[in-house]
């Protein structure tokens, strides 16, 4: 699964000349003055220099980019450290949590089994996870005990692909079914087996299809449906059906211990204004496990290179370096927002942005505020990690760092917005 940094060229293709369809191919240097195609070189000067910025003694440990046009790589860039002592130099084959960017992996993998004629996207999740036949929804009183009645719709695989299935997700009136959850903790599940026995138990917050509450729950789910449905572990499946096809050598649930040097120290920011190691077992033992069990909510390990095939696997429409992993309408599908029967159909997060199958969908670039286009797909991850795919400018954009915010008045300030922006004037007709 991982292996050492010097076959990075071969991963990300750019030893070819010259660039074929599906294909990660180099751009002219950057360093050297030339202009890529469609990509200012001078303008990306404004990215490199923002990141190093960031990347300084009192801002974030260290960084790496990674942007695409056309099938092209034009920037892929390490600053900063990776460790706490920022004695260790930031690599560009640095391994990171993407934490919740593991969600549309895991939606992939989802549709992969669609693809196959096995699932269907309204089934209800019961039909494969019986434990989930008989869900209730908790009412949120103000006093008295809670009081449940059942669901006035079953759960299906579409509402969970689009958060859309009930779970608590942190919303106001979701405090009793969210103790309810706590109280018997599916997160300490031995696997993910256990993780849906646990779940099955506790209320729903609202009536399935009612509203967007984006929560890991539902994607664990996604992940114990792809065991059942396939047959395998689903981290087996993953390396069988994804992982392997696409060359994303450094992906994985764990790192192996010979490369375990290459992870990323992960902090939060800590008293007195200073960043310290996060808890949790993997800041302690980088490249740990980081659940209990295979969490397709955000449990992988990756890199920017890999996670940049992936990316420019759904940018061409589903296809590699010759390896078909979606049909090109499935893709389509998986980038359109999903929110249609909510009023407005737009997330909890933004105005601006709709939901599609395993990540966010822009519906009005200017009440967003930032520079992109309609129908720009991505996500991000707890730990400052983000990425997005906009096929109306050909374009791939990965970010990673590894700091948990805290929203203390001092932490880090968030960066993925000025990032973004940065990549995007530097485009060119």
Not at 96 to 115: C, D, G, Q
Not at 183 to 211: E, I, K, Y
Not at 297 to 302: D, F, H, I, P
Not at 356 to 385: C, E, H, K, M, N
């Amino acid at each position: 699964m991982y292996r050492c940094s010097a076959i990075l060229t071969v991963v990300l293709g750019l030893a070819m000349p010259m660039a074929q369809a599906g294909q990660l191919v180099t751009a002219p240097s950057i360093a050297g003055g030339a202009q890529s195609r469609s990509v200012s070189a001078d303008r990306l000067h404004s990215l490199d220099r923002y990141m190093q910025a960031v990347t300084g003694p009192t801002g974030y440990l260290g960084a790496v980019t990674l942007v695409m046009r056309d099938g092209k790589l034009v920037q892929h860039r390490a600053y900063g450290h990776r460790d706490l002592a920022r004695r260790q130099p930031m690599a560009e084959d640095a391994i990171f949590r993407i934490y919740s960017m593991s969600k549309t992996v895991t939606s992939v993998a989802v549709l992969m089994l669609l693809e196959e004629g096995r699932i269907g996207l309204d089934d209800p999740v019961s039909r494969y996870l019986p434990e989930f036949s008989t869900m209730q929804v908790v009412q949120d009183e103000s006093v008295g005990p809670p009081v449940r009645q059942p669901a006035a719709d079953p759960i299906t695989i579409h509402q969970l692909l689009t958060h859309t299935a009930g779970f608590p997700a942190g919303l106001p009136g979701d405090e009793r079914a969210s103790t309810e959850v706590q109280r018997l903790n599916p997160h300490g599940a031995a696997d993910l087996a256990g993780f849906v026995q646990r779940l099955s138990r506790t209320p729903l917050a609202a009536d399935p299809g009612t509203r967007f509450g984006y929560d890991g729950a539902a994607t664990e789910l996604l992940a114990r449906l792809v065991e059942v449905v396939a047959g395998v572990p689903f981290a087996d499946y993953l390396h069988q059906r994804l992982f392997d096809p696409l060359k994303m050598v450094d992906t994985g649930f764990y790192v192996p211990r010979p490369q375990r040097n290459r992870v990323v120290d992960i902090t939060t920011m800590g008293p007195h204004g200073r960043l310290v190691l996060a808890d949790g077992p993997s800041a302690k033992h980088p490249g740990e496990p980081l659940n209990p069990y295979t969490s397709g909510a955000g449990g992988l390990y990756s890199t920017a290179a890999d996670y940049a095939r992936f990316c420019q696997m759904l940018l061409n429409g589903g296809s590699l370096d010759g390896v078909s992993i979606l049909g090109h309408k499935t893709v389509e599908l998986m980038m359109l927002n999903h929110l249609s029967q909510l009023d407005p159909p737009v997330t909890q997060f933004s105005q601006a942005e709709g939901f599609g199958l395993g990540g966010y969908v822009v519906i009005d670039p200017a009440r967003r505020g930032q520079l992109g286009s309609p129908g720009q797909f991505g996500w991000a991850g707890a730990a400052s990690t983000s990425y997005t795919i906009d096929r109306r400018e050909g374009l791939v954009a990965i970010v990673l760092l590894q700091h948990l915010p805290n929203d203390r008045a001092d932490d880090l300030p968030r960066i993925s917005r000025h990032f973004y922006n940065l990549v995007y004037q530097a485009l060119e007709p």
